[in-house]
């Protein structure tokens, strides 16, 4: 506690870190404002200020931010309205903590008491620098999430929305993607639906093809392996406007032949096109994922069950497939996603009636800037969570039931 | 219910779905409140009075290259297309649209003149169809402009009087126009000047004034965004996009139809469709560029058509229940100022101006 004990002297030098972070929010607020000097040499000068007189003269917690919310609650009321308000009584409760953390030498409290200071800057400076970049990966995703309820037609947060007044929100966009608003034209829905289709055909028949291609490139007599993988796992490195456009000829030359020759319907000819085009460029990523827990797998298991009398294909299918089932698994959910995600190649391969759902985000965005698209992305932000939850929930289910622990 | 049945179920259901709809037609279109004016005025009634069954592509943005590419492979996938002016002489030149004898192969007006009169010189090639009449024009936030609002488009040149950004669109067509026309020279005299090297570069001298506070546009969605935003005080888009910022979004924007430059957007057949194909879209189009089609689309939008006998038939707004003659491009009152798109001159002096306006840009 005799370090605590401060004197005015070491308060100063205490105080330094507040005042940077203070200098730092009034150049941010500055900037917002255009007066970044005043906002850096305001934003210095009030949190020292404020500094030395609830640490050095008051030296009480509650009073404090008492005595601080009323400050800053009056300020955010008087220069703007009742949110900027909760936003500052936010700011201060954070800021006298952070005068009382800092002051007091709480910092020190959880960590080892032989660190040095650096070493404690660095335990902390790390931890900012990791949420800095979990801020930085999550909110371009929140920010769609309450920007889909604007009951106005354009990307902006409106007064009434930052107020949160009811009026601002509104479930229109939703009603508009399930085609129930009087001026939608169920666009969305057929375009979700058409995604539905292929991108599950193509899964399957990426899943299929690369676990063979897979197997048998891991085969050491198989002849110019190296070159077999490369040529099929090119539609992963070469860009892909390219082999969409290579894929737009070849697909033509073959969608005539099969309308033509073989008298399939357009529009089914455009459903097999699409599908295997994505299945295509979904076979990669089955190919690394399998090959690589092909490594671990242990080859004497199939020469045992040949010797027990299983032909290749009962092998297969009872020892080699159960082993590598998770390396499938994760394959078949890449190549679903490439299919589901995909905008280039089914907009050269495609016509109308196959347009996918990315397809048409890709033109509402281009042509209106609807809001209809960020419902749209919260609706497939919740779907890909619960499917990624459950598919993790029966993993866990399965290895509890197999005895061991979930890891 | 498991997945394979479930996979097996699908496929059955999109081949049937495939196989009973040979009555299928694909018009491509511009999408958003446009695609749908058209549903309502003119894809609805037909597949209502012929059982078709019309699927909208919303690809009019890259119909040239599109057209190009489908043409190589031999494999039109489109039945009609909606273009702009510009882009049909362009594809009819090229051979890849279907050209038209306006007379016979569409409706006569009500009263009985021919449809190329009624057209009249709307009709600027040999296989364009008119539809419509937009505008592209300005839009201003009423409540950043200040006390005097803007009546002249030299307000957008003006940093002074209205300081603030505004949205252009990324490109020389228009705003090279505008730019001269505020340097001081007169109206008729404008692409005159804008055939000079001189003249380029005084246009660009002019924009290169307000240069620092424009925010280029190339989507028709971005003004409407940006003003609804308040990110720009004043902008150009088409006049349809601004209707429906005042008149259906209540933003507080109005227009400033001063100095708009009129264009005309319109159907083209593509080329080498079998006959049944081209038929059936010969039909459409005669079927919805009628006098009466042509006015019902005005009820969606405010884009003017293009025939001389619809415009004593242009109602009200479909949902809004307001007058929609006021708020035609094409309305005198809002027409005393205007350009028209000249396609001549773009034709031959683009592909230089674009480089020198992009370098321009670039600087």
């Given at each position: 506690m005799m370090l605590v004990n401060s004197t005015p002297e070491s308060l100063l030098t205490k105080s330094v870190p507040i005042v940077v972070a203070g200098a730092i929010f009034g150049t941010v607020y500055g900037q917002v404002n255009g007066l970044v000097i005043l906002g850096f040499s305001a934003g210095a000068f009030v949190s020292l200020l404020l500094t030395l007189f609830y640490a050095g003269v008051l030296k009480q917690k509650f009073l404090s931010h008492v005595i601080n919310i009323a400050l800053f609650g009056t300020f955010g009321l008087l220069s703007s309205s009742l949110h900027s308000a909760i936003f500052y009584v936010i700011l201060s409760i954070a800021f006298v903590w952070f005068i009382f953390w800092v002051t007091e030498a709480k910092y020190r409290a959880n960590l080892l008491p032989y660190l040095s200071s650096s070493q404690v800057a660095w335990h902390y400076l790390f931890r900012l620098i990791c949420g800095a970049i979990f801020l930085f990966l999550i909110t371009p995703i929140l920010v769609v999430l309450p920007l889909s309820f604007n009951a106005q037609d354009f990307f902006t947060f409106t007064p009434e929305m930052l107020r949160f007044e009811p009026e601002g929100y509104s479930l229109k966009h939703y009603r508009d993607f399930l085609g129930l608003r009087v001026d939608s034209n169920g666009e969305w829905l057929r375009a979700f639906q058409n995604s539905l289709i292929i991108a599950p055909l193509a899964t399957l028949i990426s899943v299929t093809f690369g676990t063979l291609a897979a197997i048998g490139l891991s085969q050491s007599h198989v002849p110019m392996r190296r070159a077999i993988m490369a040529i099929l796992i090119s539609p992963m490195i070469v860009p892909l406007i390219i082999s969409a456009t290579g894929m737009f000829f070849f697909y033509s030359d073959m969608g005539n032949f099969l309308e033509e020759t073989v008298g399939i319907n357009k529009n089914a000819v455009g459903y097999i096109k699409v599908v295997l085009a994505h299945a295509v460029l979904g076979i990669p990523f089955v190919i690394i994922t399998v090959t690589a827990t092909l490594v671990g797998f242990d080859r004497s298991l199939t020469r045992a069950s040949a010797n027990l009398g299983a032909n290749s294909i009962t092998t297969f299918f009872r020892v080699q497939m159960p082993l590598i089932l998770p390396g499938v698994i994760s394959g078949g959910l890449f190549a679903f996603i490439t299919s589901f995600d995909e905008v280039v190649v089914v907009m050269f391969i495609g016509s109308a009636g196959q347009k996918t759902l990315p397809w048409q985000m890709f033109l509402g965005l281009r042509e209106q800037i609807s809001p209809t698209i960020l419902a749209v992305a919260t609706i497939l932000v919740v779907l890909s969570i619960a499917l990624l939850s459950t598919v993790e929930l029966l993993r866990r289910r399965s290895e509890r039931l197999r005895g061991m622990s979930p890891s | 219910m498991n997945l394979s049945k479930f996979l097996v179920t699908t496929t059955a259901l999109t081949l049937s779905a495939g196989i009973a709809s040979s009555q299928d037609m694909t018009i491509v279109s511009w999408g958003g409140a446009y695609s749908k004016s058209q549903l309502k005025a003119y894809h609805e009634p037909y597949s209502e009075k012929t059982g078709v069954n019309i699927i909208n592509d919303d690809s009019s943005a890259e119909a040239v290259a599109k057209l190009r590419a489908m043409n190589e492979a031999n494999n039109v996938t489109w039945d009609v297309v909606d273009v702009v002016a510009a882009d049909a002489m362009r594809l009819c030149d090229e051979g890849l649209a279907l050209e038209i004898d306006h007379d016979t192969q569409l409706a006569p007006a009500p009263d009985g003149t021919s449809a190329s009169e009624d057209f009249g010189e709307l009709?600027?090639?040999?296989?364009f169809i008119p539809q419509i009449v937009y505008s592209t024009t300005f839009g201003y936030r009423t409540d950043l402009v200040g006390d005097t609002a803007p009546t002249s488009v030299c307000a957008v040149f003006d940093l002074e009087n209205y300081p603030g950004k505004r949205s252009l669109e990324k490109r020389p067509i228009n705003n090279m126009e505008w730019a001269l026309l505020c340097d001081g020279v007169a109206k008729d005299e404008v692409y005159n000047v804008l055939e000079t090297s001189e003249g380029q570069d005084r246009a660009l001298a002019k924009l290169d004034t307000i240069k620092d506070s424009v925010v280029w546009w190339s989507a028709g969605a971005d003004t409407p965004q940006l003003l609804a935003d308040g990110e720009v005080i004043m902008g150009s888009t088409y006049n349809g996009r601004l209707f429906s910022v005042i008149e259906?979004?209540?933003?507080?924007v109005a227009m400033l139809w001063d100095a708009q430059v009129f264009d005309l957007d319109g159907w083209i057949i593509p080329a080498g469709l079998s006959a049944e194909r081209q038929k059936r879209a010969l039909d459409y189009i005669y079927f919805a560029t009628d006098t009466q089609r042509l006015a019902d689309q005005a009820k969606y939008i405010s884009y003017g058509p293009a025939?001389?006998?619809?415009a004593p038939l242009?109602?009200?707004?479909?949902?809004?229940?307001?007058?929609?003659a006021p708020h035609m491009p094409t309305d005198p009152n809002n027409a005393k100022n205007t350009f028209l798109y000249n396609y001549e001159f773009w034709a031959d002096y683009r592909d230089d101006i674009d480089a020198k306006f992009q370098a321009w840009l670039a600087q």
């Open positions: - | 009709i600027v090639s040999d296989c259906e979004q209540k933003q507080p025939r001389a006998s619809s242009v109602g009200k707004h479909a949902d809004l229940g307001i007058d929609m």
